[in-house]
Nanobody, 126 residues
Framework: QVQLVESGGGLVQAGGSLRLSCAAS????????MGWFRQAPGKEREFLVA????????YYADSRKGRFTISRDNAKNTVYLQMNSLKPEDTAAYYC???????????????????WGQGTQVSVSS
């Protein structure tokens, strides 16, 4: 079992950047696929990016390529989401998720992930 804690959210102006962190408990962090999702008020949880065990395999929602980057440090049990050129429409609660598979199927579905953090709020002002 793994517990996830996100941090790094906040208020930023449009065009700015944020790096979110997701710290995981447990000794076998390297054996979990990780994902980032977000959810705006009144909307469904939206897939952003997924990372397989080693972090070498990453999969982005087409609309996020170029602005969002996932990375993971298995030694620190942490996965990161670097977000650049933020827009007001990026305002949402951001969640990290973990699954014991090499990569959930489908990795774009929130229901495919076993563990979730509590979320961190990102607000982008115009």
């Amino acid at each position: 079992q793994v517990q996830l804690v996100e941090s790094g959210g906040g208020l930023v102006q449009a065009g700015g950047s944020l790096r979110l962190s997701c710290a995981a408990s447990g000794r076998t962090f390297g054996n979990y696929a990780m994902g980032w999702f977000r959810q705006a008020p009144g909307k469904e949880r939206e897939f952003l990016v997924a990372s397989g065990w080693s972090g070498d395999n990453t999969y982005y929602a087409d609309s996020r390529k170029g602005r969002f980057t996932i990375s993971r440090d298995n030694a620190k049990n942490t996965v990161y989401l670097q977000m650049n050129s933020l827009k007001p429409e990026d305002t949402a609660a951001y969640y990290c998720a973990a699954d014991r598979s090499r990569l959930p199927v489908p990795y774009t579905s929130a229901g495919a992930y076993e563990y979730w953090g509590q979320g961190t709020q990102v607000s982008v002002s115009s």
